[in-house]
């Protein structure tokens, strides 16, 4: 019987085959081990980096890459330490000034002093930390759903994540996808990867607080955020009445129908719009 890394990654070049470009893959070392990035989009256009919610992959990206890479160069990563083609090794990423300074090398391997920036969920965090961590390297910032910037969990959804959290195996990472999402109809290859992925061993996620008021009001640079109106993982009125208050000239919106765990594939070509009409911006 076939072991499940090797299932696993070949349920992700599945997914990555189907992707609707051309798609580069490179892996870049650093202090932190090695990172997979699947870039796609014109060599000389504007980067764009996309940070995968927890335990996506890079390969989560599927539905928004045609669109988003039309002009863009893109860099889709796979978070090191998690499920996916990264592999930790050296350094552990253990605390956020560690998630940093890998980002850092990340992007220094790519050649990018400055990037547009866009994450989903827990990528979010990690994204709008490191605007504020290096404002300088970031020139749009785009949160979808972003978790632990602007409010906390619903109670409800904690609790109905225990399980998986506790005792992960592929039934219970689909169940929870399919609680969250309604049943909303997610793409059948991915939903398989997402749930060998959540059997696999991976590092011990790096949680941190959400930035303070003080730090989002002194920030300068552009920022998006796209909420999902039927997300259970949290109040997303109330994650935008904070985001508004405490980010100067954000940019907001709730997108009804979606839920927190439907974006970023499902209802991609309003989403696509959305992000590359702010990132056309002058």
Known sequence: MTDG???????????????????????LGSAHGTTRVLACG??????????????ATATVWFANVAELSRTRRVYAVDRI????????????????????????????????GRTDLCGHSYGGWIALGYALHAPERVRRLVLLDPTGCFAGFRPGYLLRALP???????????????????GAELDPRWLELYGLGAELPRARLVLGRQPSAERLRASTGPVLVL????????????????????????????????????????????????????????
Do not use: K, Q
């Open 5 to 27: 890394p090797t299932r696993f990654l070949a349920a992700y070049d599945a997914v990555l085959d189907a992707w609707p470009v051309p798609v580069e893959r490179l892996d």
């Open 42 to 55: 014109p060599e000389d256009g504007e980067p764009l980096v996309l940070l995968h919610g927890g335990g």
């Open 81 to 112: 330490g998690e499920p996916g083609r990264s592999v930790a090794g050296g350094r552990p990423v253990r605390t956020a000034e560690d998630l940093f300074d890998w980002l850092d090398g990340v992007l220094d391997a790519l050649g990018l």
């Open 164 to 182: 998986m959290l506790l005792r992960p195996t592929a039934r219970r990472a689909r169940s929870f996808l399919a609680w969250e999402t309604g």
């Open 227 to 282: 909420l999902a109106g039927g997300s259970r993982a949290h109040d997303s009125r109330r994650v935008e009445a904070a985001a508004r208050r405490r980010l100067p000239g954000v940019r907001t919106a709730v997108l009804d129908g979606l839920t927190h765990h439907a974006i970023p594939s499902v209802g991609a070509p309003d989403l696509n719009r959305r992000i590359a009409d702010f990132l056309d911006r002058p």
